[in-house]
C-alpha cells in the first residue's frame, strides 16, 4: 500500500510539473489593404498579370488586395508577358501610400 501511495505521488508530481507554459512566441502578421485601380490591362481576354513579390496575384480592376506590410516588388506584365511596371513600394501600416503608374507615355501628365 505505501509503495501504491509513493508511485501515486510521484505520477501526480509528473503530471502536474509537465504542464508548464512555454515561452510566448508572436506569430501574429498585421495585413493591409492594396487597391488596385482603373488597370485596364488586368481585364479583359488579353489580360495581363500582377505580381507581387514574385507571386502572382489574381485582381480585377478595382479591386483590394491584402498583403503584409513592408517592402514590396511589384511587376505588372502584359498578356505576352513584357514588364510594364516594376518597382519596389514601401507599404505601412495605417498609412496611404498613393502610387501613380503610368503605363503608356500618349497620356499627358497632369
Known amino acids: 500500500m505505501k509503495?501504491?501511495?509513493?508511485?501515486?505521488?510521484?505520477?501526480?508530481?509528473?503530471?502536474?510539473?509537465?504542464?508548464?507554459?512555454?515561452?510566448?512566441i508572436?506569430?501574429?502578421?498585421?495585413?493591409?489593404?492594396?487597391?488596385?485601380?482603373?488597370?485596364?490591362?488586368l481585364i479583359g481576354?488579353?489580360?495581363?498579370?500582377?505580381l507581387i513579390d514574385e507571386h502572382a496575384v489574381s485582381v480585377n480592376n478595382n479591386s483590394i488586395v491584402k498583403i503584409i506590410s513592408g517592402e514590396k516588388k511589384f511587376t505588372l506584365l502584359d498578356s505576352a508577358g513584357?514588364?510594364?511596371?516594376?518597382?519596389?513600394?514601401?507599404?505601412?501600416?495605417?498609412?496611404d501610400t498613393l502610387q501613380y503608374v503610368k503605363l503608356t507615355n500618349d497620356i499627358p501628365q497632369v
Not at 505521488?9 to 504542464?19: G, H, K, T, V
Not at 481576354?45 to 500582377?50: A, Q, T
Request: aromatic residues 16%; contains cysteine; proline residues 2%.
Open 82 to 95: 513584357n514588364i510594364i511596371f516594376n518597382e519596389t513600394i514601401i507599404i505601412k501600416d495605417n498609412t
Open 45 to 50: 481576354p488579353d489580360k495581363g498579370k500582377l
Open 3 to 24: 509503495s501504491q501511495l509513493i508511485a501515486f505521488i510521484l505520477f501526480l508530481a509528473f503530471f502536474i510539473f509537465s504542464c508548464q507554459k512555454g515561452e510566448h
Open 26 to 41: 508572436e506569430t501574429f502578421q498585421k495585413f493591409t489593404n492594396v487597391f488596385i485601380k482603373d488597370i485596364n490591362l
